[in-house]
């Protein structure tokens, strides 16, 4: 058999970047206030979803746009919370035929991910219901586990967040991109803090090219906000230094932090790596932002 030899692209785009809910207005121009929404496209093939926050309605707009049809897309839902599947209602390529999409998520509250989803759009809560969507949909159910998809290799991994929340490892053609949103690290002296947790998470993004990651809050509000799920600026960005992460990507900003804000926290993760010698960068994503990665 010839090997594929054909050069390869992934082209990482952010659509929502912020937390818990949309924050429109003066205090998040630069970055944007949509919640939380990244696709990956593999070469000219298809679309990798993830979350489906308020960002996906700007996914939705480009893709309209555009003419990207019949498009061809996966869904890796990390958990359903609002921010993270508030926009779906409002995915235009759901409600079009031609169009083919699989949706991955775990159990939560006992519920599959297509009751999940079904479960936002009842007809109490929303006046179209997903008996509407015409596309051609598949649903999924994950647990902690690895599988391939044609030559795309997905492994997932349960994130310290309430409910059940996963985080998803990516390997396409050699590249590894990881999404692990709504995470708690523990204070290495809090009471819940286990080091095979910290060690667990390193194993699963070591080495990836991209990462992004739960940076939620500052070091200081976080003292505020233990057990609620998300992390604080410096133990995000030890642990990605010590999994040898190439780019580490700042995610789920608080709703209470203004573009201002958000700089400062690129700027001590900046800091922090520095004090410790590390090749890992760090970014603070913009919505409509790409990283580009050739292989």
């Given amino acids: 058999m010839l090997s594929d030899t054909r050069p390869h692209t992934i082209t990482i785009q952010f659509w929502g970047v912020r ?16 919640t939380n929404c990244m696709t990956l496209k593999l070469d000219d093939k298809e679309y990798l979803i993830f979350d489906a926050g308020t960002g996906i309605k700007e ?19 990390s958990h359903p919370h609002y921010d993270h599947i508030q926009g ?7 409600y079009m035929k031609g ?21 936002q759009m009842d007809s109490i809560y929303f006046p179209v219901t997903i008996s509407e ?7 999924r159910t994950l647990a902690e586990e ?9 492994q997932t991994i349960y994130m310290q967040h309430p409910g059940t929340c996963l985080g998803y490892r990516i390997q396409y053609h050699g590249r590894v991109l990881c999404y692990v949103t709504d995470n708690e690290l523990f204070l290495k002296n809090s009471p819940q803090f286990e080091a095979a947790q910290d060690e667990k998470l390193i194993q699963f993004i070591k080495n990836a ?34 999994a040898n992460v190439q780019l580490l ?47």
């Avoid at 969507?133 to 649903?139: G, K, M, P, V």
């Fill in 133 to 139: 969507f015409s596309s051609d949909i598949q649903f």
């Fill in 209 to 242: 090219d991209v990462v992004m990651m739960d940076t939620t809050y500052t070091d200081t509000e976080y003292l505020a906000k233990v057990g609620w799920g998300h992390s604080c600026l410096t133990r995000a960005v030890e642990i990605a230094d010590k």
């Fill in 99 to 119: 169009n083919h999409f699989e949706f991955y998520g775990a159990v939560h509250g006992g519920k599959n991910i297509k009751e999940l989803i079904a479960g």
């Fill in 88 to 94: 779906l209602p409002f995915f235009v390529p759901l």
């Fill in 249 to 295: 990507c700042l995610h789920h900003h608080d709703p209470e932090q203004n573009d201002k804000d958000i700089d400062q926290k690129l700027k001590q993760a900046k800091q922090i790596l520095k004090s410790l010698k590390s090749k890992t960068r760090a970014i603070a994503p913009r919505e409509g932002e790409e990283i580009i990665l050739n292989i």
């Fill in 146 to 154: 690895s599988f391939t998809i044609d030559d795309v290799h997905v």
């Fill in 19 to 34: 937390g818990t809910l949309p924050v429109p207005g003066k205090k998040s121009i630069r970055y944007g206030g949509n």
């Fill in 59 to 77: 996914f939705s707009n480009f893709l309209v746009q555009n003419n990207h049809f019949p498009l061809k897309a996966k869904f890796f839902i």
